[in-house]
């Protein structure tokens, strides 16, 4: 399986930027998906997450800033990012919980990561 993340760049404070991560191989169900980020010399950590049915969970410093969602179909999850901040530069990485098959319990995977520079 493949997790492909796209959509990171340069952009202003206060800009906007959207990623997606789009799931690939012989998939039978996808349970959490998430984003992470990475900024220099800090841990890793989460961003946002949300279900398979679709309910969302924050950091505190993106609330009301983010926004993630997923196309099950399309097995892509975004991130949504308004009002962004020098703070919020960082490599952003997709997480996923995939299952092989209905007999097999949901493996974890990470996406290559994306960086995102906010700066004037």
């Known amino acids: 399986v493949q997790l492909q993340a796209s959509g990171g760049g340069l952009v202003q404070p206060g800009g906007s930027l959207r990623l997606s991560c789009a799931a690939s191989?012989?998939?039978?169900?996808?349970?959490?998906m998430g984003w992470y980020r990475q900024a220099p010399g800090k841990q890793r950590e989460l961003v946002a997450s949300i279900t398979s049915s679709g309910s969302s969970n924050y950091a505190d410093s993106v609330k009301g800033r983010f926004t993630i969602s997923r196309d099950n179909a399309k097995k892509t999850v975004y991130l949504q990012m308004n009002s962004l901040k020098p703070e919020d530069t960082a490599v952003y990485y997709c997480n996923a919980d995939i299952r092989w098959s209905a007999f097999r319990l949901a493996d974890n995977y990470w996406g290559q990561g994306t960086l995102v520079t906010v700066s004037s």
């Open positions: 191989g012989s998939i039978f169900s996808i349970n959490n």
